[in-house]
């Protein structure tokens, strides 16, 4: 392996499809699993009580949470496109024709247009729903294909949401957990472009004003004040990664210079430094391992950004194989307060 500083750089297609299986298998599981569940529901009388998650969301139902399962089923599609000799193809393919059925679709509609469901997946669930819809839109394949014309009323039901919420969203929130706005856009964004392709910019032009609004004035973020005690994301990478997307090469690079000015010289240390975990059965300390999966992946992103030459590439892929190093030997074999989500981050860093 070519090394970074000492750091060994991570072959990422080798590491993918020596633990596709793996992450192929655990999501299988993940998505049939209807309990434990996380129900969150908004009691309005006394009859109204929740039913039970298959019954409320019949496809999006596993993996504890709604927003995990969208998460899993997008892991199995991405494997599907990225590594299909590694795993069970086929196997996965008729679970998926299974499961992304019309009528069923249309159920989680309606669901996530519900204010009192739309509201708690907002904007993690939607992102992850939309980069689901896009990973089928965009794969040459004729289940992608159809798939994604099954998913339209869902699609449409989330760009709807951010639509409503977005021009209300007075300021961002810089959070390191389901709230957080940068990486709720991230997510969305290719599918928002597919929209704008198909001559709908409305739900881009909605994203990236926001983000714009929002960011673009950023300047000395205070990331050594992460991480929080339950973060998942930090948020002064989230933003950057956003902004890699929507900034040109050269314009990022001076963004990101204003925004995180020490970053050549591995400051702050703390955005360096993968997260401790003392308790992977916490649910919320055990967020720390996706912490140090999504710090990797923004790591890599921020050094595919910078233009060539950019002594902060080098210092990215460090940061990105260090977190990676600590992030993927949790993926799989873990807690299920791990198991239950974190392969989406290791299959998002590595593909």
């Known amino acids: 392996m070519q090394g970074f500083g000492g750091v060994a750089a991570i072959d990422r297609q080798a590491l993918l499809r020596a633990r596709a299986s793996g992450y192929a298998r655990v999501a299988l599981a993940n998505i049939a699993r209807e309990f434990p569940a996380d129900v969150w529901h908004t009691v309005r009388g006394p009859d109204d009580l929740p039913r039970r998650p298959r019954e409320r969301t019949p496809v999006f139902y596993g993996s504890f949470d709604w927003h995990s399962c969208v998460e899993m089923h997008w892991l199995l599609v991405r494997l599907l496109r990225a ?14 024709e299974a499961r992304f059925d019309g009528a069923k679709l249309g159920v989680e509609a309606r669901f996530i247009a519900d204010p009192d469901n739309r509201n708690r997946e ?14 089928l839109a965009s794969w040459d394949d004729p289940d992608g294909r159809h798939w994604a014309a099954r998913f339209e009323p869902l699609a449409d039901a989330l760009a709807s949401n951010f639509l409503g919420w977005l021009p209300r969203a007075t300021y961002p929130v810089r959070y390191g957990v389901h709230t957080n706005s940068a990486f709720g856009i991230s997510l969305a964004l ?29 300047v000395d973020y205070p990331g050594a004040w992460e991480p929080s005690g339950f973060d998942f994301l930090s948020p002064a990478l989230a933003e950057a990664e956003l902004m890699a997307q929507l900034l040109p090469g050269p314009t990022f690079a001076a963004w990101l210079a204003r925004f995180l000015p020490g970053i050549a010289a591995g400051e702050p240390r703390a955005l360096f430094t993968p997260a401790f975990v003392s308790d992977a059965g916490d649910g919320h300390i055990a967020h720390l391992h996706g912490l140090n999966a999504s710090r990797a992946w923004c790591w890599r992103r921020i050094a595919e950004a910078l233009p060539a030459g950019d002594p902060r590439v080098v210092v990215a892929r460090e940061a990105m194989a260090r977190h990676a190093a600590a992030a993927l030997p949790h993926a799989v074999g873990g807690d299920y307060m791990v198991e239950h989500w974190l392969a989406a981050y290791a299959v998002l860093l590595l593909s």
């Open 83 to 96: 590594v299909p000799a590694e795993i069970p193809a086929a196997a996965i393919r008729a679970e998926l």
């Open 122 to 135: 907002r904007p993690y669930g939607w992102g992850w729903g939309l980069a689901l819809v896009h990973e």
């Open 190 to 218: 290719g599918h928002a472009r597919d929209r704008a392709a198909a001559g709908d910019p409305a739900l881009l032009d909605a994203l990236v004003g926001a983000a714009r609004r929002w960011f673009a004035e950023d």
